[in-house]
Each structure stands twice: as structure tokens, then as C-alpha cells.
DNA sequence: ATTAGCACTGTTACTTGCGGAGTGCTAACT
DNA sequence: AGTTAGCACTCCGCAAGTAACAGTGCTAAT
């Protein structure tokens, strides 16, 4: 691929995100300064075409980028600084409100990336597989009511509440917390398992009553830990391809559908922007939209997952750049903040 | 209205609601059995139109039912016990699982009502302004993270966790304890205003660098309980009234706007099941749609309040019925929970 | 290698015509 | 007086036809 052809297809993808209309030979001269005729154009265009990288919507139209285009776009054409100086600034702002939970951090970098990128944006915390618990701390509230602290490496703290009919004792909450955590701490936050309850049931003398709410609120919370947050759904509403009802449903229904949403997110590579163009998508249902994911980390705990989602016609240029940009300024924010964390962990 | 009006309008109403179709006067004495021919059925059907409960789209079209005609419907005509056997066994099913917050209740309230009516159903839990602070306990964690735990008088339980730089001495949790009761027991679950902030402030005679984070947490915890659920959203898409790409996009962007949904829940009445079709609503953002609320409360408490939003062309009958049982099984449910939630009160 | 010119193709928007569904009204019927 | 058969009329929805037009591919000239 020589230059001219590069400098053509740019431009031809260029004018698409910008218009969502097939562009012509003719418009790409005039709006481009090429310094050749339509008909030079038009011959280049027909190679990008025989070679992948363009589309045709019927045989006289204007040409339209395919995947391949897109793809071949992200990876070599586009600038991935296009971020300006008042969206550096409202970033800036955005993120540096002070933040205790992870969850809220969660919310607002959302919130930040779907209202400058105008796409629908989804995140998801950490995974709690990859989280380590830490410790397990009952703490009890009166005497009917115990609460359940889980604490995590990444400085994730949980906490879960228990109301019982009978008085539980302070010498029962000290076997509680000897056993939990001789058995979970330095462990994955996974749900606990039927084996893992037999055995602590059978670890422990007293009433099932007392044990078997703790399971259940501990699974409860390591499940909620799932939840999908979302952010400007309604934005693409207002995007030409959204005019096809079709693409509309499909569009509600994949939101919708929290399982997809999950594995999608999930999928990406961490320390990396993921760009998923179309078909690239592994789940059929995304096959005609483009995402764009990245895992917010710390070292290498891995705080959670953002993305967006959008016509596969998405402003790729801004939208990877805005996220490049907003890793990058987390990771640094987080890096200083960590001394903190290892402080109130050190604390045991 | 006469017996036969009635008889008429409610099978217009009827066969509109199933079919999406202007009914016609023939189909009316073919599907409903009427003994008259569709002559007569059209002279009534002029007068009902007169007297403004039908609507024609077109000179020669069939009848619309109009707003006022469904207001009649849900009012005089309607069944509100349209709920099978089926129904009632898995709403006691589901609603008979163990639930230890009301979050969780109000979560599995919401995607049953969805499932059972094919419906988008929103809800919020109890404004935290009609909950009242039974009282606040403040727990250290090791010996730089504060938990401050808010128990409300419905039986609530919120926790959140404070992270320090330096060490808190125990004797700074007792005092925090009395401040904190002595200032807010009793009061309702407002967030803690400029005013209280500075009162609180001067009571105190250490560092407002121990304080203003507490402060700050308790008031991103309230916030947090104005979070808006949704269930179903994608289950409106394949209804006819959705193929208009206005009305579609018009109806994700009433979702996307939490102000506007907050508003709408918190307008109904408490104790009865509350109906707004089209105009009725007082957003005009909703006009071209029909809500269906209830509050569900034990005693006069409310804990939440939940929805439904469709077309105007909404299955009434079905929606009402199904709030109805719903509504009556929570309160039976919650009323024989009660005592145990006292028994927890009285701990302290 | 580039480009002007032109035939060709498919799109979109607008008209026209026609069958069908349904109404309103009149006149006859019970 | 209430009911109904019959019929003219209205409007919708669909299909076919037409014209303007945007854009291409190809040929032949530069």
C-alpha cells in the first residue's frame, strides 16, 4: 500500500465518521486538496476496493470503508492523540475528585468517557476471581446483628450484614473469625462452594443457623460484584444507523443482556487499549458494532474494566485517545494513592 | 353510558390492546359475539367517538380507543384480578426466596413484575428522607479505617468505610459515637447540609481532617440510595407502537434521564396502585406513554416504590392485577418479618 | 501515469392508479 | 323507535412508472 493510497483511504474513512454518507471520488478532491482528478481518485478508490479495504453500497454509490478499512485505519492511519486542550482540562477536573471506593472511581471515569465521546459506555469492577481476600473481620453490631468486613488486596473493602433471632456471643464471633480466615484468607474471592461449606461446617460446632446466612451473604456480595454499570444509552439514539429499527433492538437487547455485556468487557487484554471492529466481535450479537474496551490497573491488579459501544462507523480516532489518555492519568493517580492503601492494610 | 355503550367500548378496548389494529365494527360483533348487526355497533361507535372515549385515526378507519376511553376502561370496565394460577405460583415462588435487605427485595420484585408482564419495570428504594436514623455506629477496622454504620428505623442497614493516613484512637470512636447520635438520631435520612456540617464541626475539638471524610461518606451514601433499577428494557423494542423511531427514541432517553424517573416514582400516592396514561403523566416527556406505580410499605413506612412503563396501548388489566397481588403478598410477607427487624432494634 | 468525457447504473422522490377495508347515511324493516 | 341492509364515499397502502441525479467504470486523449 503506497502513500497515495494510505492518504485516500484515510481521508475516505475520515469523511464517513464524519458524515455516515458513501463518499465520492469528487468530494474526496474538493474537501481533501488532493492534487488529483476524481478519475485518478476514482481508479485508486477501485483497487482499495478489489483489495478489501472499501465497500460499495450498490454499483454506482460512493464508497464506504469495510472492516478490513477500519481496521487497517486503527492500526496505521489514525492520530491517537486527538485529545484537545479543554477536554484534557474537563478530564482533569473529573478525575480528581476525591474517591474512597473503587466503585465510585468506576462510575466516574465512566460517566467522564461517555459524555466526552458521546458514545454509550459500560463498565464493570474487577473481576472477584482475581481479587486475593486479604482478611475477614466480623464485627458484631448489638447483639443480634453481625456485620461481615471482607478486605481485598487491591484495597476493596465489603461489607455485609446479618440479623439473627438469637444473641450471638463475643466468643463466637472470635471462632468466626478464626475460622474464615484460616480457611479464606491469601484465597481468590470466589462464591464459596458447596465442598468449601461442607468443610467449615464440619470445622465448627455450633448451629448450621449461625454459619449458613454468612455463606449466603458472602456469595451474595462476591455476585453483586458483577454488576454492569452503564452510561449515556440514550446517546446513540441520535446516530444515523440507529434509524434502522433493527439495528435499534439489536442494540437495547445486547445492553440488556448482562451476561454479554460481561464476557465482552472481560475478554480484553489487560494494559491495553481493545478494539474490537464488527465480526472481530466473538459474540455474534456485536457483529455490527465496534467496541472498544480497557482494564484499569495498578501494577498488575487489574481494577476493572471500561467500554463502549457504537456503530462500527465510531470515531475511533477520539475514542481511543480519550481512553489512552484517561488510563494513562489513572494508573498515574492510583500509583501515588497506593502508599495509602499499603498503609491501613499494614494495620493488622 | 348505557349497558350496551359499555359492553362495546370494552371490546374495542380489548381487541385494541391485543391487536394493535383500529377495530372495526364488523370485527366487533364477529369476535366479541355481539347480538347486533355492525350497523348498530357503528352507531354506537359514532357516539362513543362523540362523547370522546374513541378516536379513528383516518375518516374511514376503525376505532382507537382515547385516553379518556382508557381511563374509563381502567376505572369502571377493567378485571383487576387477571392474574392465572401459573402467575400466582411463581410470583410465590419468587418472592418466598430468603431476602435479608431490601435492596434485594426490591430487585427481585422488579424482574418479576418485568417477566410476568412483559414490561419495562423501574424502581427505587425509600426516599431517604421518610427514613429515620434509629442510629449511627462507628467501628475501627485495624486501626486507620473507620467504618460508620447508618441502621434506619424501617430496618435498614448502610455501611461505609473511611481510610485515614494516621492512626484513630479508640477514644476519638467513642467520642465520634456521641457527636454523631447525639446530633442525627431521630432525624430523618436528609444529607448532612452546610449548616449541621459547620454545627458538627464546632463541637468537636480535633483535626476536621477526621471529620470532613466521615461527613463526606454519609452524604455519597444517601446519595446512593436514590439508585434507579431497571428491568426489561428491552422487552418495550418488539412492541408495534415501537416501530416509530421517534416514540423509540423518545422512550430511551425518558430512561436515560434518573431525574425525570425519580420524579415520576416519587409522585404516586403511597397505599394505592397509581395509573397515569399519556397526558395524565405530569412530565411531558411522557405523554405518548402509560405508568403504572405502587409503593410497597409495611405499616406506613414505605420501602420503594416500583413501575412500569409501556405503551399507552398498555395490557391494564394484566399490569394492575399483577401490582395488585404483588403489592398485598408484600405487605403479608414483610408484616410476619417484622417482629424479627423489631427484635434486632432492641439490641441496643 | 493522468485525466476529460460519457455511457451506464442504482437511488430517491414523486406521481398515478387501483383494490380493499371501513365508515356514514338513507331507506326499509320489525 | 330501535335495528339493519345496502351503498356511496373516503382514505390507506401498495405497486408501477417516471424523472432527476449522483456517482461509477471505461475509453481515448494528453
Avoid: C, W
Avoid at 459524555?115 to 466480623?138: C, D, L, N, S
Avoid at 481511543?320 to 498515574?332: D, F, P, Q, R, T
Amino acid at each position: 500500500m503506497d502513500d497515495r493510497k494510505k492518504k485516500i483511504l484515510q481521508a475516505v474513512i475520515d469523511e464517513y465518521i464524519n458524515t455516515a454518507e458513501p463518499v465520492s471520488s469528487g468530494a474526496l478532491v474538493k474537501k481533501y486538496g488532493l492534487d488529483y482528478s476524481s478519475a485518478t481518485v476514482r481508479n485508486e478508490l477501485a483497487e482499495l476496493e478489489s483489495n478489501g479495504y472499501l465497500d460499495k453500497t450498490h454499483t454506482s454509490s460512493g464508497r464506504v470503508p469495510s472492516e478490513k478499512g477500519y481496521r487497517f485505519y486503527v492500526d496505521e492511519l489514525m492520530k491517537d492523540d486527538n485529545v484537545s486542550l479543554e477536554e484534557i482540562k474537563y478530564i482533569q477536573e473529573k478525575l480528581s475528585t476525591k474517591i474512597n471506593e473503587i466503585e465510585d472511581l468506576t462510575k466516574i471515569t465512566t460517566s467522564t468517557i461517555s459524555e466526552i465521546t458521546h458514545y454509550t459506555t459500560i463498565a464493570i469492577g474487577p473481576r472477584p476471581e482475581t481479587q486475593i481476600i486479604e482478611e475477614i473481620k466480623f464485627v458484631l453490631l448489638g447483639s443480634r446483628m453481625l456485620m461481615v468486613v471482607i478486605m481485598t488486596d487491591n484495597g476493596l473493602v465489603k461489607e455485609t450484614i446479618i440479623k439473627y433471632e438469637k444473641d450471638i456471643t463475643q466468643s463466637q464471633v472470635e471462632t468466626l473469625n478464626n475460622l474464615f480466615n484460616s480457611k479464606l484468607k491469601g484465597k481468590p474471592l470466589n462464591k464459596i462452594d458447596k465442598p468449601m461449606e461442607e468443610y467449615i461446617l464440619s470445622e465448627i460446632n455450633y448451629s448450621i443457623d449461625v454459619i449458613k446466612p454468612i455463606i449466603e451473604q458472602i456469595n451474595k456480595v462476591i455476585e453483586q460484584e458483577e454488576q454492569v454499570y452503564y452510561e449515556g444509552t440514550g446517546k446513540s439514539f441520535d446516530l444515523p444507523e440507529f434509524k434502522s429499527l433493527e439495528i435499534a433492538k439489536n442494540f437495547v437487547n445486547v445492553l440488556d443482556t448482562k451476561e454479554l455485556m460481561l464476557e465482552m468487557l472481560n475478554s480484553g487484554m489487560a494494559k491495553d487499549i481493545n478494539v474490537y471492529i464488527g465480526d472481530e466481535n466473538e459474540q455474534k450479537e456485536l457483529k455490527d458494532f465496534s467496541i472498544v474496551t480497557f482494564k484499569h490497573t495498578v501494577g498488575d491488579k487489574e481494577l476493572g474494566t471500561i467500554g463502549i459501544i457504537g456503530p462500527k462507523r465510531m470515531n475511533y480516532s477520539k475514542v481511543i485517545s480519550v481512553m489512552k489518555y484517561i488510563s494513562k492519568k489513572l494508573n498515574n493517580n492510583l500509583q501515588t494513592n497506593k502508599p495509602e492503601q499499603n498503609d491501613t492494610n499494614d494495620t493488622k
